[in-house]
């Protein structure tokens, strides 16, 4: 009995996600995709977009909502790819040079944020969002007056004959950029999935030998790694992956992956020590933390700004290998927020939790739905266009959809008899 | 604050103050000096000076032109002469045949450097007599290409059908058709040849527009949204068909004699120009002309022209410094003024922000330089004025629609769109069955409400349920309502083939014209001409009338209640009004006003833009009301006339001066992105601060 209690409530508080699955695989199998391609898709944007994801976990558990304002890192990251190409530092030094570059933006840009969202408790989902637009004019207005004009720059990235950056900036040929971090160490999926299971057993033994882990969860990881493993021997599934008939050969991206475990790890272990504490009784309740002497202002602030510099390096990653090794200089940045957002959304996340692996699961489902909406929408409808539109529709559907039940949870919890009335001022 | 550190503080405000004045008063001096100084007879001589200069650089860069183009045409030739020619990229080939022809000008620049030893008198002396009869020809071509253009715009305003006048007519029989609908042209027999052959492409475009329109309204290249920017109150005056008088003749023959004049001079001093080809020598010829016509021009337009000419290098270096600061008074001038408002603003920084606000002190500031400025730039004040007062009326109902929702306390209602939306279905429905003129506008008000009360009801009842969130959750409801919509403009089985995708069939357009149907049926509605701008009265005037409706309501004793609701739910509470029905209405008529607005935004603007066009619409409503002074509790009428005036003013007037300024654009994009933004941003560190410790 205990049993279905637990899956109900579970089943309502993932609902989001459960329907995201739903539709996810509703989808797939409509859009008649081939699964080569989806899951070749699906892989590429899962390494490009995963960071980025990763880097909204940090505010969200301090308490300070979705971090719309992660758009900013990312013109952070933008100015330092500029640079790069501008001094023509190539490859992996480029990369490490631009993300040098993001890090003193980011934390400048990420300290402003953060000044703005304490003045504004409680609207900093909001206030985040319009903190982007308002940086989306600033940087306008650096990309197409400054840089160019009072700071000089080489010809290669300006406008012959007006003012400003070039439209696009290419990040192929000589600047040596594209897939610089992707490029370095490309595995083929099985030997990745391998190298993986190996070190998931290899890890479940040395826990189970300190004792940590107990006999049935050493037997399910060990089989559950054994399993995938062997999932190669079915040619079916190994020609999803190999490309043995027809489409691409699908590899893994190893060091983008090492960086995005990276900072899964990270996430996980800040939030053991001293600084993650504050983070966690600053995010359930200002007023608790700030009676026991935390300081809140400062820990926001803090959050903030490792979130807006980790959103910068995601987005070099994402730059590094999107598309055809170009970006919009004036655009690139504008849909990040967005985007990250009702992806985290989707992984089961709400305004005030979110984990690493909501993040990826999210990450996964959002563009899943994104890689197959339009093919989708034109099987069902014969129109391509409404699995655009769609598409536009479900991101700003999903967030405003977990604001409202957030909002909906926080009224019940306000209803009389358990309000939190007089809160300190901090 | 201890006596000690306030004094402290005022102490180091003061010396900072002092400062900024005396720096102002620094530029404004220097430019004024400047002015003198641009005055004085030295520099006019030396100015000429430069002009020479400047003519005879012209004159060999023509012979350089002409080397490089020749060095760009054999480069190919000589590349394929390496041996590793087929293993070069296009980029290598392209490198290499740069340096060829950069190497080959640097060459033809050394050889034709303008002699230091000319008599610069006789060319001196020639061009000022060219420079008169330049500008006597320019004098009189741009007092007749006035006159002509004065005549088209009249003839393209009130002929019309030209499809009727000139079927089957004669020559004769079109131009009695022609002066009769516009006795303007009567006075100008000269037209007549030109006018007839105008009518006649008038008629075949008017022919070829309907049988589109007919056949097939929609292609998919009418999917791009139309920018407000765009949107000229000017026609284009095309002069293909104007005609030279016997004056204007004889003073271009005596332009070209003179220039005759000049060239045979050049040449003695510069010999191997005979050498010049036709083509070199006409695009010599232009750019001579032009720097010798820039003459009436200002000061800083002229050194500029001169400069780009290498003329400077003739110039002592202690005299080219103080040329280019002269050169530039007018940009001290500006500095000095802004320098100076800002010194004002930091002076009287407490007295005034305490009375506007930091951001609307700021902005009426920003407004006041644009004025100043735009006297500069000789933008025309009068037409700016009625560009703004449109524009006022095109966004002031959208603006009073934040109005109910701040008074009801639901803050700025973002989720507007949503009403904007059942105006814009009503809009579309209205073309779906053809209507015109003003029933169709009154079609598309009454069913826009009709449409938007349930929506708005429906609204309410969430919003209501989450109090202290409503900002966040009506911008993110509103997105996704639009984006839902998306799909609904796609779907929704409208079927006229004016207003669906040609090609695909079902689905609306992004874009309708609604030249056709009722766009400025409003505007010229009691409309009058005052300084040479059309007034659009009607639409001012529905903007006031809602107003006033709008105040008479929040004075009535059921407004009263709901604003009370807004500024303290607790107390509205205890003395027995019901805040969610409050709410709800507030909601609702705010809803509605934005199903208006939308309506008449579109009869002024023309079009009627559907998809995401509306997302925006909420934060330029908000940002207007809070520009006004509104916070996001309290707010008044006044602050929405107020601040629409103001922001629509800072826009429309930093447009034109930033298109003066800067050319290129997009800085008026930047400036509305920053404003609009701002004021949001700091309208709600005003309201979240403090209150959720």
Redesign the interface.
């Given at each position: 009995m205990a049993d279905r209690k637990g899956f109900a409530e579970n089943l309502k508080k993932y609902a989001v996600t459960y329907l995201f699955i739903a539709i996810s695989v509703f989808f797939i199998i409509v859009s008649k995709l081939d699964m080569n391609y989806v899951c070749s898709q699906l892989l590429l944007r899962l390494n490009r977009n995963a960071f980025i994801v990763l880097a909204l976990i940090i505010p969200i558990v301090a308490g300070m909502g979705i971090n719309f304002a992660i758009t900013i890192g990312a013109m952070a990251a933008q100015i330092g790819l500029l640079l790069t190409i501008n001094w023509g530092v190539t490859g992996f030094t480029g990369i490490l040079l631009a993300a040098g570059i993001t890090l003193p933006l980011g934390l400048l840009f990420g300290f402003l944020i953060g000044k703005?969202l304490?003045?504004?408790?409680?609207?900093e989902?909001?206030?985040s969002?319009?903190?982007g637009?308002?940086a989306?004019?600033?940087y306008?207005?650096l990309f197409?007056?400054i840089f160019g004009n009072i700071i000089p720059l080489n010809k290669n990235v300006t406008i012959v004959g007006?003012?400003?950056v070039q439209n696009t900036l290419n990040l192929t040929g000589d600047t040596g950029l594209y897939k610089a971090v992707d490029g370095i160490l490309a595995l083929p999926f099985f030997t990745a999935v391998w190298i993986l299971c190996g070190a998931l057993a290899a890890w479940s033994v040395i826990q189970f030998i300190r004792k940590k882990y107990n006999q049935k969860k050493l037997i399910v990881n060990l089989s559950l790694s054994a399993v995938i493993s062997l999932l190669y021997v079915f040619p079916d599934i190994r020609a999803v992956f190999d490309g043995s008939k027809g489409g691409r050969v699908i590899t893994v991206p190893v060091i983008t992956w090492v960086i995005i475990l990276m900072l899964c790890v990270f996430n996980s272990l800040i939030m053991k020590t001293k600084l993650g504490q504050k983070f966690r009784a600053v995010g359930q309740n200002?007023?608790v933390a700030?009676a026991s002497g935390i300081n809140v202002n400062r820990t926001r602030l803090i959050a903030i700004m490792i979130s807006t510099v980790l959103a910068g390096w995601g987005q070099i990653l994402f730059m590094q290998s999107e598309g055809i090794g170009t970006f919009q200089t004036y655009a690139a940045h504008e849909q990040v927020g967005l985007y990250a957002g009702a992806a985290i959304l989707v992984g089961g996340a709400s305004i005030d939790r979110a984990t690493n692996w909501q993040a990826l699961l999210g990450t996964f489902l959002f563009h899943s739905l994104f890689i197959t909406a339009q093919n989708a929408a034109s099987n069902l409808?014969g129109?391509s266009?409404?699995g655009e539109?769609?598409r536009?529709?479900l991101?700003?559907?999903v967030?405003?959809l977990a604001?409202?039940l957030y909002?909906?949870k926080?009224?019940q919890k306000?209803k009389p008899g358990n309000e939190l009335k007089g809160?300190?001022?901090? | 604050m201890t006596k000690n550190s306030a004094g402290k503080t005022s102490l180091s405000r003061r010396i900072l103050s002092i400062v900024l004045f005396t720096v102002a008063a620094v530029l404004l001096i220097v430019s004024i000096g400047g002015y003198i100084i641009q005055g004085t007879a030295g520099t006019k001589a030396q100015l000429n000076t430069m002009r020479t200069r400047a003519v005879l650089h012209a004159a060999s860069g023509g012979l350089v032109d002409q080397i490089a183009e020749a060095a760009n045409a054999s480069a190919l030739k000589e590349i394929r002469k390496d041996p590793n020619f087929r293993s070069m990229g296009t980029n290598e080939i392209q490198r290499r045949k740069d340096e060829v022809v950069a190497k080959a000008r640097a060459e033809a620049e050394a050889l034709y450097a303008v002699p230091e030893n000319v008599d610069n008198d006789t060319i001196e002396q020639k061009i000022s007599v060219l420079e008169e009869a330049l500008l006597e020809r320019d004098e009189i071509m741009s007092r007749e290409k006035e006159a002509y253009a004065s005549v088209f715009t009249s003839v393209t305003e009130r002929v019309s059908g030209w499809v009727a006048i000139t079927e089957g007519k004669t020559p004769d029989e079109i131009w009695n058709a022609m002066t009769a609908a516009c006795p303007e042209l009567g006075s100008h027999a000269e037209l007549k040849e030109g006018m007839i052959s105008m009518a006649g492409q008038m008629a075949q475009k008017e022919a070829e527009d309907a049988a589109k329109e007919e056949a097939e309204t929609g292609t998919d290249d009418a999917s791009a949204e139309i920018s407000e920017d765009s949107m000229s109150s000017a026609a284009e005056v095309d002069y293909t068909w104007f005609v030279a008088s016997g004056a204007l003749n004889t003073a271009s023959e005596k332009a070209e004699e003179k220039y005759a004049d000049l060239w045979a001079e050049l040449c003695n001093v510069i010999p191997d120009l005979a050498t010049l080809d036709d083509k070199t020598c006409e695009s010599v010829r232009t750019d001579i002309q032009s720097i010798i016509a820039s003459a009436d021009e200002s000061f800083n337009i002229r050194y500029k022209a001169y400069v780009s000419e290498k003329a400077d290098e003739i110039l002592k270096p202690e005299d080219a410094g103080k040329l280019r600061v002269v050169s530039n008074a007018e940009n001290f001038l500006l500095l000095g003024i802004a320098v100076l408002l800002l010194a004002l603003l930091y002076t009287f920084w407490k007295p005034v922000t305490r009375k506007m606000g930091v951001p609307r002190s700021i902005i009426l500031l920003f407004f006041i330089y644009l004025l100043l400025t735009a006297q500069f730039y000789k933008i025309n004040i009068n037409l700016m004025l009625g560009d703004i007062l449109e524009r006022v009326g095109m966004y002031g109902v959208l603006a009073l629609a934040m109005l109910p929702g701040i008074q009801c306390g639901i803050g700025l209602n973002m989720g507007m769109t949503i009403g904007c939306i059942s105006g814009l279905f009503a809009i579309v429905v209205s073309l779906q069955y053809n209507m015109t003129g003003a029933p169709a506008l009154i079609f598309s008000l009454v069913l826009g409400i009709l449409v938007a009360i349930p929506l708005g009801w429906a609204y309410s009842l969430l919003l209501n349920r989450m109090k202290g969130n409503e900002m966040t959750i009506s911008t993110y409801v509103g997105f996704s309502f639009v984006s839902l919509m998306c799909i609904g403009w796609m779907a929704l089985p409208f079927n006229n083939p004016k207003i669906i995708w040609m090609l695909a069939g079902h689905g609306l357009r992004v874009t309708h014209g609604l030249l056709g149907s009722f766009a400025h049926v409003l505007d010229r509605f009691l409309s009058f001409k005052i300084f040479g701008v059309t007034v659009p009265s009607g639409t001012v005037l529905f903007f006031l009338v809602c107003c006033l409706l709008i105040w008479i309501f929040s004075r009535s004793k059921l407004g009263i209640r709901m604003t009370a609701v807004g500024s303290n739910p607790r107390f509205a509470e205890a003395s027995g009004i019901n805040v969610d029905s409050m709410r709800t209405l507030g909601t609702v008529l705010s809803t509605v006003l934005a199903a208006i607005g939308i309506v008449i935004y579109s009869q002024s603007f023309g079009y009627a833009q559907l998809y995401n066009a509306p997302r925006q619409l909420g934060f330029i409503a908000a940002s207007a009301i809070l520009i006004g002074g509104a916070t996001t509790k309290k707010a008044s009428v006044g602050h929405v006339l107020i601040g629409v005036f103001l922001f629509e003013g800072v826009l429309c007037m930093g447009q034109q001066v930033a298109n003066a300024a800067i050319a290129g654009g997009g800085l008026s994009e930047v400036m509305r992105i920053m404003i609009s933004n701002g004021i949001i941003l700091y309208a709600l560190t005003q309201s979240g601060g403090d209150s959720r410790g």
């Open positions: 703005m304490n003045k504004m408790k409680g609207q989902t909001i206030g969002m319009i903190l637009y308002f989306n004019g600033a306008q207005l197409l007056f007006a003012t400003g200002r007023t700030n409808f129109d266009v409404i539109y769609f536009a529709f991101s700003y559907g967030i405003a604001l409202v909002a909906w926080g009224a306000r809160a300190v001022k901090n | -």
